[in-house]
C-alpha cells in the first residue's frame, strides 16, 4: 500500500535543514531502538551539506555512533579526493567530525576506471551487508535524496537506462548531458526504503517541484515522481521559495 507523500514547508533554508537534522536524528534513534542499527544512504550535491554540518555539530556526542551505517545514494564517476566526489563532501561536512567507525562508512568505489565494475561491487557490498538472497531488495532505514532542476534524483537522471531497471541494486548510468557514468541506487531500492527524505531548498527549484508533485508530464522526464516507496515513508521538506508555485503550500 503506498502511502500519500508528506509535504512540509519551511519559511527558511535554516528552517529546513534544522526540521532535516531532527528527522534524521529521530529516524536512527527509533531505528536503533527498535532493530539495534540504523542504515542511511546520503545524497550528494550541495543541499545536504549544510544538513551534514548541522547533524556534526549537534549530536556528534549524542547518536550511537557504532550502530550507524552509512551508505550513498550516488556517486560521480571520479575518485573520493576529487571535488565532484559525494563521499569527499560527506568526509569533509559530517564523516570526519563524528566517532563513528570506518567499518561502518562504505563509499561508492568510484576511483575505479571502470564504471560498471564499481557498480556491480557496491551493489555486492549491499548484498552482503544486508545477507540478501537473490532478488531481494536492500531496506534501507533511510534514503537522503535530492532533486535536481531537471527532476533527477540520485542519478537517475531524466530518460536515462537507469529509469529502467528494475532487478538491480546499483548501475553506473550513462548520463549524456553531462557526458559521464553516473552511479546510482536504483528505484526498486530506493521504493523498499522505510523512510525516503526529499530536502529541497531555492526558488530555482520551484518549477520542478510544482511538476513533480502537481503535475502531469510523464515521469521519465522528471525522475523524482518515480520515487513511491512501496511501504515506506515519502517525505518532501521544501523551503518557502522551492514551494513558491505548489498550488497548496502547507
Ligand atoms: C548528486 C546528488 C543529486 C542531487 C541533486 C540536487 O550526486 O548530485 O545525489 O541527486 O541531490 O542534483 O543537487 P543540489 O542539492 O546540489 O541542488
Redesign the pocket.
Known amino acids: 500500500m503506498k502511502s500519500a507523500a508528506e509535504i512540509r514547508t519551511f519559511p527558511t533554508p535554516q528552517d529546513l535543514f534544522h526540521a532535516a537534522a531532527e528527522e534524521v536524528i529521530g529516524s536512527a534513534t527509533r531505528s536503533v531502538a527498535e532493530r539495534g542499527r540504523f542504515t542511511i544512504a546520503l ?6 551539506k549544510s544538513l551534514y554540518s548541522l547533524i556534526a555539530a549537534n549530536a556528534s556526542g549524542s547518536l550511537p555512533w557504532a550502530k550507524i551505517y552509512f551508505f550513498f ?4 564517476h571520479v575518485p573520493p579526493t576529487d571535488a565532484e566526489s ?1 563521499y569527499r563532501m560527506a568526509q569533509e561536512t559530517i564523516l570526519s567530525k563524528i566517532p563513528v567507525p570506518v567499518a561502518n562508512v562504505f563509499p561508492i568505489p568510484a576511483e575505479n576506471p571502470d564504471a560498471c565494475a564499481a557498480a556491480e561491487a557496491y551493489e555486492q557490498t549491499l548484498q552482503k551487508f544486508f545477507s540478501l538472497k537473490p532478488g531481494e531488495f536492500p531496506r534501507f532505514d533511510l534514503i537522503l ?5 531537471d527532476g ?5 537522471f531524466p530518460e536515462t537506462a537507469a529509469l529502467k531497471e528494475n532487478s538491480r541494486l546499483v548501475v553506473a548510468n550513462w548520463v549524456e548531458k553531462l557526458h559521464t557514468h ?1 552511479i546510482t541506487l536504483t528505484l526498486p531500492v530506493l521504493n523498499a526504503a522505510r523512510t525516503l527524505l526529499f ?4 526558488g530555482d ?1 520551484a518549477s520542478v517541484l510544482h511538476e513533480v508533485l502537481e503535475g502531469s508530464a510523464p515521469p521519465d522526464k522528471y525522475p523524482s515522481k518515480l520515487v513511491r516507496p512501496s511501504e515506506g515513508r515519502l517525505i518532501w521538506l521544501v523551503d518557502r521559495a522551492a514551494a513558491s508555485e505548489l498550488s497548496t503550500v502547507v
Open positions: 545524497s550528494g550535491g550541495s543541499t545536504p545514494g550516488d556517486e560521480r559525494n535524496l535530492g532533486m535536481g532542476p533527477h534524483t540520485a542519478s537517475l553516473r530536502l529541497v531548498s531555492g527549484k
